[in-house]
């Protein structure tokens, strides 16, 4: 009896969890329903789910001015694959022509930051999508909420980053069945609907393979279609069986691929066969934009290094707001109440400072007593950009002390 009530209660929690997400979706719709003057839809929507947390995730939500299916775009879920959101970042401010897009770029946002595989959870959250709603840790309701995304879409996509090529035969240790670049990956060839409809994901998979590798003169950066035949007691790869495409397909019943481009090259070039593979699902998924991402690495490297300009950082020092210009030192006094604002940037996406002597690391608006010296960490999504000393007045000789 006792097990019965705990199951009950589980059971009411999730009930209410997925009550709330729907809810903050019911809210966009009716936005999102708004026409422009010329009775076009045309809007776009970003929602902060557990805001302020290192496990905060930001959702991007475009919509075409003509009706279309719905692309459901994720990454991050493996912050040790940096291509995947940052190309995922790319599509954020994308113009919409027909159909409509759902964008979360850092869906493992503690791993990107700290810039590891696994999440606060300390596992893999790409392992912890199965139907059971009983899992017991921090990364449950990120699940939940990535669970409640896939009902809004038609067709979804996870992008990474592995290394070396995935090749269907034995070529070399960086070309065999077993990696994981290149390749667009499903989980079957053909998945039976109960309604009798057949998703033929391999089709699907190939046709974008053929016109990702028409716009690669390099072969040897080819793209595959990578089956996993999951679904199958003979998978070389069981441990699919709990990752969110697997159970887009399996339990939500939609298209869904991975999508991985290799490590074995630099950022900008990965970034850059990714979005061409983006580019690529989205056109045979029938959604339209004025513009695609572009796919060149040298336009890719500048807009890099353009998203890491930062002319200063908001504070409030003691309810005082201050601009800190770059390369400053912070001067402080024991006791004095620190808080970061913002980051003052053109590409306002993806900063997130914090102390080092704090064990957070998402820190925009947390305020801090400072009674000793320590530094500020700016990163831009999960790379160290500026270092800023923080100077607690005691420990500051008197021949330093400048800056704010």
């Known amino acids: 009896m006792g097990n019965h009530w705990r199951g009950q209660s589980l059971k009411i929690r999730w009930l209410l969890f997925s009550g709330i997400i729907g809810l903050f979706f019911l809210v966009d719709v009716f936005k999102g329903s708004c026409l422009s003057k010329g009775g076009e839809r045309a809007f776009s929507e970003v929602n902060a789910f557990f805001k302020g ?116 035969v034995w070529i070399d240790q960086a070309r065999n069945p077993i990696r994981w670049g290149q390749c667009n990956v499903i989980d079957v060839s053909i998945f039976n609907l109960p309604d009798g409809r057949r998703l033929d994901l391999e089709h699907f998979a190939r046709g974008v393979a053929q016109k990702i590798n028409s716009k690669l003169i390099d072969k040897r950066y080819h793209f595959h279609v990578n089956n996993t035949n999951t679904f199958s007691k003979m998978s070389l790869h069981e441990e699919q069986r709990k990752s969110l495409t697997y159970f887009a397909l399996a339990y939500k019943h939609k298209m869904a691929f991975g999508i991985e481009a290799t490590k074995n090259c630099s950022l900008p070039q990965g970034v850059g066969y990714l979005t061409l593979a983006v580019n690529a699902m989205l056109e045979k998924a029938g959604i339209k934009a004025e513009a695609f991402p572009s796919i060149f690495t040298a336009v890719i490297a500048e807009e890099l290094k353009r998203n890491e300009e930062f002319s200063g950082l908001r504070v409030k020092i003691n309810d005082v707001e201050k601009l800190v210009l770059p390369k400053n030192e912070i001067l402080l006094t024991p006791g004095d109440r620190f808080q970061i604002l913002s980051v003052e940037a053109k590409h306002s996406r993806g900063w997130y400072p914090f102390l080092s002597g704090s064990n957070m690391y998402n820190g925009i608006g947390k305020v801090f007593s400072i009674t000793q010296s320590d530094q500020l960490i700016l990163k831009k999504y999960g790379k160290r950009v500026a270092v800023f000393n923080i100077m607690v007045k005691e420990d500051i000789p008197f021949r330093i002390e400048t800056g704010i």
Do not use: C, W
């Open 53 to 168: 947390s290192d496990q905060e995730v930001e959702v991007y939500r475009l919509f075409g001015r003509e009706a279309g299916p719905t692309v459901l775009i994720f990454a991050g879920i493996h912050g040790d694959e940096s291509g995947g959101y940052l190309t995922a970042d790319r599509y954020v401010g994308l113009k919409l022509v027909k159909g409509n897009l759902i964008i979360v770029p850092r869906l493992n946002l503690y791993a990107i930051l700290t810039g590891r595989r696994t999440g606060l959870s300390g596992g893999d959250m790409n392992r912890k999508f199965h139907p059971s709603e009983e899992n017991k840790d921090p990364d449950d309701k990120i699940v939940g909420l990535a669970k409640s995304l896939m009902d809004r879409a038609d067709l979804i996509l996870n992008l990474h980053q592995g290394y070396g090529f995935y090749s269907p």
